[in-house]
């Protein structure tokens, strides 16, 4: 041992035996951080969207007081103080909501990130795919991203596709292959851990698997989403599944047997087209309509349908490129964008067609869309027929595919809600409360004490006509105020 050393641990000593000499002075907290300064919402009704919406227990001349990020007091204002030093919103003759939940929406850009919030949408359920992109994590503001993966079967967009361990495991061949049942209770354990929220069961799910991915799911606190093909929708219901995405798709439960059993070995190929062309062509006075609706009711699973998917080719829409927000959104960043000068979807024809006279290629255009249009119609009907037994609805536009914009298309959403049969309020609360109903999801969809506080103030009555749900004066997303016009001038 050199001189230095035994130098310097001799001084060690010292100072330690000095410092057990001594009184020690007080050890001396870290400083505190200061309280923030609270933000109060003075005189506003306050929109009441519990029980799906058929409560309506409006708080009038309320306040609201929110801290921290968080929603700390409601009540009258006769009973609630306004904290000292305050900053104080005006809500006189205003209405207040909880911010819009997007229930199944990419958001690839910062442009699409501005026109959700723009829109009043402050939670996303973010899916990353072929048609949607990837989601944009850099954007910043954006709205809340709760994570959706898919879970059972190969799928190069999976959120675990990229990662060393996983990348031979969920690389699709001809068509998606389930998992074993091993590495399927592995890839929800490590999709849960990147922070996922709801899990994504796709058609190649086989019954059995789809009974245990739900089961395993729920116990680890995970949301379920199914588009089930090779499983009998009757099954993946009575498991439990929480929601059903996508008019045209989950019409799928009403197929008889000898069309079901063949889409076990074919849920992609000639055996599902003509599954899912019997569904869709069912006229909606069809009994099976009827028994099929009942069971949706009395079963836990909610309707999510995405009717803004289909909203282009269904009568009385109008052109989305004209809204405000979309000066924000790029066509090449949306999957099948509508004409911007006309708002109308465009059907491409094949190659084969660019020597014909335009006169012919006008006509099969016109051929195309009148197909289209019918087959929305066909859909929009048996949808009628299934919403006559009171099933739970959920809010979601889709976007960006097949027509949606983020944040426009939840509006066309809660509309085609109200068009269906729902109140303006019970739409509202498909687009909020009954997300926190449905899922548990308890950190959002009111405005309530410990609620986060995303709130939009809205200048007429919602519940009375829900295009007043776009009339936003304030839009506050964790607390804090944003500046609405400052995000139309983003980059897209």
Known sequence: ???????????????????????????????AAPPSVPLVLAGGTVIDLTGWGRSATDLRDAVVIIQDGRITDVGPRALIPVPDGAQVIDCSEKYLIPGLVDGFAGMNSQGQANADLYMGVTTIVAVSDEVRGNVDFTASPRPHLYLLDSVGS???????????????????????????????????????????RVVWLGGDITAANTQWIIARAHQMGLVTYGEFVATPY???????????PHMGRYELGLIPDELQVPLVDDPYGASATTAFDYSQRLPSTDPHIRD????LASHRAALMPTFSMYYLRLPAHRNLWKEPAAVLLDPAHLSMPPDRKTGEMDYPLGAWTRHLPASAI??????????????????????????TAFPHYLAASGAGAM?????????????????????????LAAATNNYAIQFGWTELGLIAPGRRADILVVDADPTANIWNARRISTLIVDGNVMDRQALLSSKK
């Open 362 to 387: 006008r006509w099969l255009e016109e051929g195309q869309r009148k197909k289209a249009d019918l087959e929305a119609m066909r859909l929009w009907r048996i949808n009628q027929a299934l919403f």
């Open 403 to 427: 027509g949606t914009m983020p944040g426009i298309s939840m509006h066309t959403e809660l509309e085609m809600l109200v068009r269906l049969g729902l109140s303006p309020r019970e739409a």
């Open 1 to 31: 041992m050199g001189f230095l050393r035994i130098l310097l641990l001799a001084l060690g000593e010292s100072a330690l035996a000095a410092s057990l000499a001594w009184p020690q002075a007080p050890q001396q907290p870290a400083p």
């Open 234 to 244: 009757t099954v993946g219901i009575e498991s439990g599944v929480d929601a059903l």
């Open 154 to 196: 190969t799928d190069n967009g999976s959120l675990l596709a990229k990662r060393p361990e996983w990348a031979a495991k969920l690389k699709e061949g001809v068509r998606p292959v389930e998992l074993s049942p091993e590495d399927t209770a592995q890839q929800i354990a490590d999709t849960a851990h990147m922070g996922t």
């Open 292 to 295: 099929y609706a009942r069971f």
